[in-house]
């Protein structure tokens, strides 16, 4: 399933940026949506979440005497309209789940959130994985951005905080049908980005129909971001890969290193599932649980969407993109993002409730069944034995965020090097015309995207 994200976000991910106008609104008094003072209310955009906080409910109120009423509404945009029209109503649930670092932000800044900031203690975040304990929170750069008349998060306040982490999660995560390597004698995850080729190559050939590739080209910026971007830092390391994208024509897209990453991703054109180009990120995903590809490139979230459409997870195996083996830094691993935050409402008759739930979702041995029950990883450290715990295919997704921050790839980068108003749509639809349209071979491709980059920094005048 796609996960929309905020601005800073889509310059990792193709999954389509939230289209949220909530500025103009303003949460009508009146009731939440919960009656007493032992029931909560909790909406969520997640199917695949629904079973697992509904089981974690049931826990809490054992525990508390609190009951809370987990409802979902998909897809994406049919919950934006609810909460819009139950802002306009004053008929908000008590929590809200949200895009971290983006939307909470949005309906913060339309006063339908509260701030959080005064109760986010240190034991709270103590219990959150490090990479992720600042989502939520409006940062000096993210206010100093939010001052934009533009933005869809103006108005927010410095140092508010709107949500705080649920779960986490990258792309760049491959998922292969383990029965389809097992028929051309391959029991393991490939080791490097040559072996990966040589599996796609095998499958290919066992079955010239399914044993390739699926992703969702459709949205244009999914190569970029879920392939080339990890495999070219993987190739040239952080300093060379982040050149890329700068004005000096030494070191960009057109130069040796920029034609040599785009010939490793053009060697994926063989293997692409036919029609990629035209598939969704949704309609990649179910081609792979139907057996119409043999691989398919997503992200951590995947998995969950792969089970909603009939496909066990044990049948699947799941790894980081391998990296080149005799690259810059050839066990790159793949840095976590806060993907789902929880926050209050500003309507909510219960606040204290509501946050008490939210801590106890964010409980070790709570998030380790959440885990269990949603297939989703969760923003809390598990600690040591979370391999124990997940199972082999979970925790093999965790295993892709281990590396020094020298060796990770973090995808949440993208303003500190690339221009103002750097679109990667623009330049994902640069490399559809690679691979898999084969329209434009490498070298025409290297110079389309070094005029792209040299446009951006003279617009902004940089």
């Not at 975040?125 to 490090?130: E, H, K, N």
């Not at 069944?369 to 925790?395: I, M």
């Not at 281990?402 to 990770?408: A, L």
Request: charged share 20%; proline share 4%.
């Amino acid at each position: 399933m796609r996960i929309r994200i905020s601005r800073k976000a889509r310059l990792v991910s193709a999954a389509v940026a939230t289209a949220l106008s909530l500025t103009s609104l303003t949460a009508c008094g009146g009731s939440s949506g919960s009656g007493d003072s032992k029931s909560l209310e909790m909406w969520t955009f997640k199917q695949s979440h629904v079973s697992a906080l509904r089981a974690a409910a049931e826990e809490f109120e054992k525990e508390t005497g609190i009951s809370v009423g987990i409802e979902a509404y998909t897809p994406d945009d049919a919950y934006t309209t609810k909460v819009q029209s139950a802002a306009k109503t004053g008929d908000l649930p008590d929590v809200l789940e949200v895009h971290s670092d983006g939307e909470d932000r949005v309906l913060g800044a339309a006063g339908i959130l509260s701030d959080l900031a005064g109760n986010y203690d240190s034991d709270w975040s103590g219990r959150i994985q490090q990479a992720v304990q600042e989502s939520g929170l409006v940062t000096d750069q993210r206010y100093e951005n939010s001052l934009n008349a533009e933005a869809k998060d103006h108005g927010v306040e410095k140092g508010a905080r709107y949500s705080v982490p649920l779960t986490v999660g990258t792309f760049g995560i491959v998922y292969a049908n383990k029965q389809m390597l097992a028929d051309v004698g391959i029991t393991e995850a490939p080791a490097n980005w040559e072996e990966f080729l040589a599996a796609l190559k095998a499958t290919k050939a066992k079955d010239a129909k399914n044993g390739g590739l699926s992703l969702g080209l459709k949205v244009q910026a999914t190569g970029l971001t879920w392939v080339l971007q990890p495999l070219a830092f993987a190739q040239l390391g952080q300093q060379d890969y982040e050149k890329l994208w700068g004005k000096d024509e030494s070191a960009d897209f057109g130069s040796a290193n920029g034609t040599e990453v785009l010939s490793l991703y053009d060697e994926l054109t063989p293997y692409w599932m036919p029609g990629s180009q035209s598939l969704t990120i949704d309609q990649a995903d179910q081609a792979f649980a139907q057996g119409k590809s043999a691989f398919a490139v997503g992200g951590t979230f995947t998995l969950a969407f792969l089970k909603q459409n009939g496909m066990n997870p044990e049948d699947v195996l799941a790894f980081g993109l391998p990296a080149p083996a005799d690259g810059a830094v050839p066990d790159r691993g793949l840095g976590p993002l806060a993907l789902t935050g929880l926050g209050v409402t500003s309507t909510s008759k219960q606040p204290d409730n509501a946050r008490k739930w939210m801590e106890f979702l964010s409980q070790q041995d709570t998030a380790t069944q959440f885990a269990k029950n949603s297939l989703d990883l969760p923003a809390t450290e598990l600690g040591a034995d979370s391999a124990k715990v997940l199972g082999p295919t979970l925790s093999s997704m965790v295993d892709s965020f281990k590396g020094t921050p020298e060796t990770t790839y973090d995808p949440s980068r993208g303003d500190e090097f690339r221009p103002i108003g750097y679109e990667q749509d623009d330049a994902g639809a640069i490399l559809a015309d690679l691979t898999p349209l084969k329209q434009t071979s490498v070298e025409e491709t290297a110079q389309k995207l070094r005029s792209l980059n040299q446009s951006y920094w003279k617009a902004a005048g940089q």
